[in-house]
């Protein structure tokens, strides 16, 4: 076997453990430093593509492709490596969702790998018994209570049985030797660690894992992770039962239910229900993609328990009755915040877990029902916010009908996503996450890896007045996400573009504006990604980014059309692929945002 360390990637730099560690389990004070492996965020060619956030994961990816793998080998190939590189906003600790274009057949499926809930879980979970009042974010973050049954591993498990061209085994290869040799620790990482320094100094796994010495990692350091690479090895030997049945499910509930706290610690870590039995029951959902046609494109999402696919969706439905191209800057895009701001009124009050809860996805996802809402939508000014969710019940035509309680509900959280493409055609666009950046801040003690806090994605108490809320938590219940892994097919049914996106509520916004830059506003798809963002999530303030609030175009938007403009540091970190013509692709990655991502190519042709 060829280490993946020692393959030079196009557009992804180089590995080389050998040259930035030693292989033999050294301390943090020998630990050696380095440069870390050079990104590009765009890169053309044929053979296969890979965009991810990381050099590492992008050169594990493309190395599997290399070797004759699918571009669901080298999806997983790439997710493990995140799980090294990237394990506060990936890992086998949490879950994801799976969009799948099958070159052969032509046709777009999806996995549902969300976490779930314990069997035991009540919608008072995060209700505190002494004082009926729901317990504060961060009290229900970091504990037991936050943890779901992981789905991430489950997951590349059904993928690669049904599309990939090797085994498991095969494709951890990348990962193992990654976590064995160690990566370089950049920028990114080290605030990272910083900003969650509190939380992870009272785990002593995670102290161990990531504050070597009891402080974050300079940056240049090489840090390993052996645990993580026995955990993989122990996976790659006896496949995901020894995780979902085994020693590893066994450790992972004693984790949950008995957090591993620091003598000394001050902070209440609530303990968690989940069991052995939650584990060796979960199962990896295939779903119905969502689809609406847009432009005469047919774009495919992920649909609930994730919001993305249809809040997408039913944005592009109504931006569907405006010719965005043949307007100004400042007008497209107060276009686009009033549609996802009505886009999610209609999130908020309907999606969640299908499996428990009647979604109205169709009625979402209809033309007649966003016309109806279109009506709502004033060209020259913004609405109040937050505005009235709509009625779809398939009784159209009648006005701006509305439903009572309209509620902006807050979505926060930190995660990842991957776009791969293959020699043959075939498109993974996948996102994964463990959820806060950090996820629950606990480490699984000697198995490497950080456990989520995705229950924190239900809602607390209800939002929605006397309104039936679809997002409290129960039992196996999936709490809904807004990760929106999107891929669009051309007027003939061929690939265009797949796209995704981290970032909580924002990753709609990222996806639709990035999807409206490319279609409508004349931009390729580097300049879609890279252009600055702003994101209404149906809420007072819209989030804007500083190259936009601090201009003339934040000006035309508050002082002419009425939008208050909240500046943040920046939105999103979209990952890409198109499909050119005539085999060529374009894998793209975000130049600045999240210290820019990576983006290779198996045969560089500009």
């Known amino acids: 076997m060829v280490a993946a360390g020692a393959i030079a990637v196009a557009g992804a730099g180089l590995l080389a453990p050998a040259q930035a560690a030693e292989s033999d389990r050294t301390g943090p004070a020998e630990r050696r430093h380095a440069s870390p492996p050079p990104k590009q965020p765009t890169a053309t060619g044929y053979g296969g593509a890979v965009a991810t956030v990381d050099a590492d994961a992008t050169a594990a990816g493309l190395a599997v492709l290399r070797r004759g793998g699918t571009a669901v080998d080298a999806a997983v190939a790439a997710a493990a490596a995140l799980g090294v590189s990237e394990p506060f906003s990936a890992g086998i600790g949490g879950g994801g969702f799976f969009v799948y274009y099958d070159a052969r057949s032509g046709e777009v499926s999806t996995l549902d790998g969300r976490e779930s809930a314990p069997a035991t879980a009540t919608e008072q979970r995060f209700v505190d018994p002494a004082t009926g009042t729901p317990l ?124 591993p706290v620091r003598d000394g610690a001050t902070r209440n870590v609530r303990p968690g229900d989940l069991t052995t039995d939650d584990l060796a029951r979960y199962e990896v959902i295939e779903r119905d993609p969502t689809l609406v046609e847009y432009r005469g494109r047919q774009v495919y999402g992920m649909p609930p328990p994730s919001s993305g696919g249809s809040t997408v969706g039913e944005a592009l439905n109504i931006l569907e009755n405006y010719d965005l191209g043949a307007m100004d800057e400042a007008q497209a895009l107060h276009h686009y915040l009033e549609a996802t701001a009505l886009a999610f009124a209609d999130r908020n009050r309907y999606v969640g877990d299908p499996d428990v809860i009647d979604v109205p996805l169709d009625e979402l996802l209809s033309q007649e029902f966003a016309d109806e809402r279109t009506c709502l939508l004033d060209p020259g000014a913004a609405a109040p916010k937050p505005v009235a969710p709509g009625v779809p019940d398939g009784d159209y035509g009648d006005g701006c009908t509305t439903a009572p309680d309209p509620a902006a509900v807050p979505d926060e959280g930190s995660t990842t996503h991957l776009t791969t493409a293959d020699r043959w055609g075939n498109v993974v666009a996948y996102t994964l996450t463990i959820e806060q950046t950090g996820g629950s801040g606990i480490t699984v003690p000697g198995r490497g890896f950080l456990l989520n806090n995705e229950l924190t994605d239900f809602n607390f108490t209800p939002t929605q007045g006397s309104a039936p809320d679809p997002n409290l938590p129960g039992p196996d219940k999936r709490p809904r996400s807004s990760m929106a892994p999107t891929i669009v097919l051309d007027e003939d049914g061929d690939p265009l573009l797949a796209v995704g996106s981290p970032g909580g509520a924002t990753i709609i916004g990222t996806v639709l504006q990035t999807l409206v830059n490319r279609i409508d506003l004349g931009m390729d798809l580097p300049e879609a990604v890279a252009a600055p963002r702003l994101f209404q999530p149906n809420g007072v303030n819209t989030s804007t980014e500083g190259a936009i609030a601090s201009g003339p175009l934040g000006a035309l938007l508050r002082d002419e059309y009425g939008h208050s403009l909240a500046t943040t540091a920046e939105i999103g970190a979209a990952t890409g692929i198109e499909f050119l013509g005539r085999h060529r692709l374009q894998a793209v990655a975000e130049p600045v945002r999240r210290g820019g991502g990576s983006a290779g190519v198996v045969l560089p042709r500009p």
């Open 136 to 259: 504060a974010f961060a009290d229900a973050r970091v504990s037991g209570l936050s943890v779901g049954t992981p789905g991430t591993l489950a997951t590349w498990a059904e993928a690669l049985e049904r599309w990939g061209r090797f085994g498991l085994a095969r494709n951890l290869r990348p990962a193992i030797d990654l976590a064995e040799d160690g990566f370089v620790v950049d920028e990114t990482f080290r605030s990272q660690v910083e900003a969650n320094a509190a939380i992870f100094a009272d785990f002593p796994a995670t102290a161990e894992l990531y504050l070597p010495g009891g402080v974050p990692p300079a940056v240049g350091t090489v840090l390993p992770n052996h645990d993580l690479a026995d955990t993989y090895r122990q996976i790659a030997r006896h496949g995901i039962d020894v995780f979902y049945e085994g020693p590893i499910a066994d450790d992972i509930a004693a984790t949950v239910q008995d957090p």
